[in-house]
């Protein structure tokens, strides 16, 4: 994505409901995307060469990823409390809101069934994406359990009990913010799922609200093609 932020842009309704504790389940996101980036392959270097020779040459270089998108911005959010036809009784703007934004590639989720994925639905999305045995394969990238704990909706998600990793800083590796987590809505979809971090600096040096890895599937034939994810969010 750009240099433009993405601004999700949430009326997250509070269920007014007879039992107490009953936490509002993530709601469908608004997207406002801004310009979408690559990165561009580096420019050959040359050397000499002469019949006869044989030389001593080390390599190195970098490719662009087959495997992965990444989107990052800004979240802006209301609290809400309204009835079934969207009147609304009051609201609370969210200035630094705290929560998750979550990514998947099915249009429905039964929030209250979702855990942390497990072994055979990561093995299982790896598969579904022809990531096999790269070094950017789900196992390789989700190779820490290391997270805070958060709820989604009602569902308690423990403290390093999902697979994890952590998006860059500054263009490097850290483990301390824009936790990136895996969960499973329980019928084997892979639900990727960022926790925020309002106002901390991103991979760019500016500031960002979310970093968020998504799979996609693009080698080979699938090379060039895109996929439609869906977004949702839930502030606290």
Avoid at 37 to 50: D, I, N, T, Y
């Amino acid at each position: 994505m750009g240099r433009g932020v993405i601004a999700l842009v949430i009326a997250l309704g509070l269920v007014l409901a007879l039992a107490v504790g009953v936490r509002a389940e993530p709601s469908g996101a608004t997207l406002t995307p801004g310009a979408s980036e690559r990165g561009s392959p580096a420019s050959p270097e040359s050397l000499q060469v002469q019949a006869g020779n044989v030389t001593e040459l080390n390599i190195s270089g970098t490719s662009i990823t087959q495997s992965w998108a990444g989107f990052y911005g800004d979240v802006t959010g209301t609290i809400v409390l309204e009835d079934a036809n969207g009147n609304k009784f009051y609201d609370w703007t969210a200035a630094n809101p705290q929560g998750e934004v979550y990514a998947a590639r099915v249009s429905s989720i039964t929030w209250s069934n979702v855990r942390c994925a497990n072994s055979t639905e990561i093995a299982n999305e790896n598969t579904a994406l022809n990531m096999g045995s790269s070094a950017d394969n789900i196992t390789n990238t989700f190779n820490s359990n290391t997270h805070p704990q958060f709820y989604v909706g009602s569902v308690n998600i423990a403290a390093n009990s999902c697979s994890a990793t952590n998006a860059y800083v500054n263009g490097a590796a850290q483990s301390s913010d824009f936790y990136n987590v895996l969960l499973s809505d329980g019928t084997g979809n892979i639900i990727y799922t960022a926790i925020l971090d309002p106002d901390t600096t991103g991979f760019d040096g500016d500031t960002h609200d979310f970093e968020l890895l998504v799979g996609e599937d693009g080698h080979g034939a699938a090379a060039g093609t895109t996929t439609t994810y869906y977004f949702w969010v839930e502030i606290e």
